[in-house]
């Protein structure tokens, strides 16, 4: 059963920061690549950041450049988005997608919120 679970979402002030975690399982997640999206209340879903199966390379979104890092540990099968200096408009729901040569998966999300 394929399954993506994300975690470490929450309440936190602006300038601070979270990690988020997806932890993948049913499939060969290091043949995946791997990504965050989020969605703010009344927008669309956007990317947040990608990165290769490998680790080796990775893409941000240009607000979050600088603010925001993702990395993933193939041998735990997670993939995570270090997140700092967190503002108002970064409140959303944040996603974990991973995408194979056939195939391609979402988690259920997980929410931030940031306060003022």
């Known amino acids: 059963q394929v399954q993506l679970v994300e975690s470490g979402g929450g309440l936190v002030q602006s300038g601070g920061s979270l990690r988020l975690s997806c932890a993948a399982s049913?499939?060969?997640?290091?043949?995946?690549?791997a990504s965050w999206y989020r969605q703010a209340p009344g927008k669309e879903r956007e990317l947040v950041a990608t990165?290769?199966?490998?680790?080796?390379?990775?893409n941000y979104a240009d607000s979050m450049k600088g603010r925001f890092t993702i990395s993933r540990d193939n041998a735990k099968n997670t993939v995570y988005l270090q997140m700092n200096s967190l503002k108002p408009e970064d409140t959303a729901v944040y996603y974990c997608?991973?995408?194979?040569?056939?195939?391609?998966?979402w988690g259920q999300g997980t929410q931030v919120t940031v306060s003022s």
């Open positions: 049913g499939f060969n997640f290091d043949t995946y690549i």
């Open positions: 990165i290769s199966s490998t680790g080796g390379s990775t």
């Open positions: 997608y991973v995408r194979g040569f056939t195939r391609d998966y």
